[in-house]
Nanobody, 118 residues
Framework: QVQLVESGGGLVEPGGSLRLSCAAAITLFSTSDLGWYRQAPGKQRELVAT???????NYIDPVKGRFTISRDNVNKMVFLQMNSLKADDTGVYYCNAKRTRFPRIDYWGQGTQVTVSS
C-alpha cells in the first residue's frame, strides 16, 4: 500500500527551477515530521530538507537559499521548491513522513527523478 506519492520531477537546465510535490495518504500527517531526501547515482541517500509539524525547517548547506520546503496539512501535501538548480542536484528525490513518538511511523514514497543538465 503506497502511502506517499511524489511528482514534479523532470529534466531541467542548470539555473532552472522545479517544484516537487508529495501527496500523503496517512492519518498522522499533521503531527509528522516531513522530509525530502535524494540519492544521486552511485551515492547514498541523503537528507535535503525537513519541516516539523510546527513549520520549522532545516536544510543541508548545499541547498540553503535555493530550496524551500513547505507543507499543507489540510490537503496532506509536502512540497519542495527548487531554484537555481545545479548539476549536483541531480538524483532521485524521495518524500518521507516520520514520527518518533508513539505511534511511530516511517513512510517513504517511490521517488521522482530530477535531472539537471544542459
Amino acid at each position: 500500500q503506497v502511502q506517499l506519492v511524489e511528482s514534479g520531477g523532470g529534466l531541467v537546465e542548470p539555473g532552472g527551477s522545479l517544484r516537487l510535490s508529495c501527496a500523503a495518504a496517512i492519518t498522522l500527517f499533521s503531527t509528522s515530521d516531513l522530509g525530502w531526501y535524494r540519492q544521486a547515482p552511485g551515492k547514498q541517500r541523503e537528507l535535503v530538507a525537513t519541516i516539523s509539524p510546527d513549520g520549522w525547517t532545516n536544510y543541508i548547506d548545499p541547498v540553503k537559499g535555493r530550496f524551500t520546503i513547505s507543507r499543507d496539512n489540510v490537503n496532506k501535501m509536502v512540497f519542495l521548491q527548487m531554484n537555481s538548480l545545479k548539476a549536483d542536484d541531480t538524483g532521485v528525490y524521495y518524500c518521507n513522513a516520520k514520527r518518533t513518538r508513539f505511534p511511530r511511523i516511517d513512510y517513504w514514497g517511490q521517488g521522482t527523478q530530477v535531472t539537471v543538465s544542459s
